[in-house]
């Protein structure tokens, strides 16, 4: 195992519009260029790590001894060459060189690679494009042929002692070490890149989407001659629930989550228990101003999780159909509503079958 590792995070990042430079911004819980050293760590792969960097002070993080940080150069390939000098007094067999701005290749990917070396002198994986791609010669546009055409990626694996050889001669600046063994009419294997090991190019890339909650609670008396609805279902039984409106729980509890996740108070605020215009009213039309709100302010719900507080009715009998018309009032995919009874061991007014109570939480996003 005479493997070594070359993360490059030296780059200027002038398409990301930050103040620091994109490797360093957080990404999945960590810096940037870190998940490709953790990853390095884990694979057990390498003697040392090394990361190229313009500014040392930059990385705050405490490694082990077999990682290094090295200063870079003005370009790519700058930093390449001079990682590539830095570690030929280890005498390596091979190298990979990676951009610390693809954090998410898998850690099969560098066992891969390094599996492909003991063949082959450079060993690049590609992927091909999702879009076309239009070129232009003279002012004309041409397409290019997406069949023929490939995207390259890193980590990109090498022999040592060729890549070193290579990148001494080079003049040019280069945009990556496979490009090198190519225009030195070198031969590169090409093995199946990932698609999901795309490069972090825009502060876009890493924003991560917003998730709010928010809880729901209801309790309502059980009372003869009244009927039962729940989740906007009709529910044969001997009581109905107490209310100004139709009493259903589950739809008030929702409610309330809901407005909890959008931050918009309670659903005393929108249907006051002492006005006369929402005597008697149907949960099912309390829902529809709410979900109004939630979706003019541009959120959608991620899932709902219910739990319904009774010893009768029996959830499993209606769960089906509680979610169905869930589904339908939210307008939300019923893989996305979960529905769980509970009961309470006969204790208390719930227990007597006096009244039925439900709690809800719901996650939604911008
Ligand atoms: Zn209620």
Known sequence: MNNYFIILASGQSKRFNSKNP??????????????????????KLFKKIIIVVNNKKLIKEKFNKNVLIIKGGKERSDSSLIALKFIKKFKPANVLIHDAARPNFTLKLLKTLIKFLKKHKAVVPAIKSKDSIKYKIKNQLFNLNRNNSILTQTPQAFKFKDLYDLSIKEKNIITDEATLFIENNKKVKFISGENFNNKITFKEDIEVKKIFYGIGFDVHRLVKNKKLYLGGVKIPFHSGLKGHSDGDVILHSVIDSILGAIRK???????PDNSNKFKNIRSSKMLKPIIQI?????????????????EQPKVTRYRDKIVKSLSSLLNLDKNLINLKGKTVEKLGLIGKEKAIACEVICSISE
């Not at 999945?28 to 050293?37: D, G, I, T, Y």
């Not at 959608?300 to 009774?310: A, E, S």
């Open 22 to 43: 994109k490797q360093f911004n957080i990404y999945k819980n960590k810096p940037l260029f870190k998940h490709s050293v953790d990853k390095a760590l884990k694979s």
């Open 265 to 271: 108070k309670d659903i005393g605020t929108f249907f």
């Open 294 to 310: 939630l979706e003019n302010n541009n959120f959608y719900i991620n899932n709902l999780d219910i739990n319904l507080i009774c």
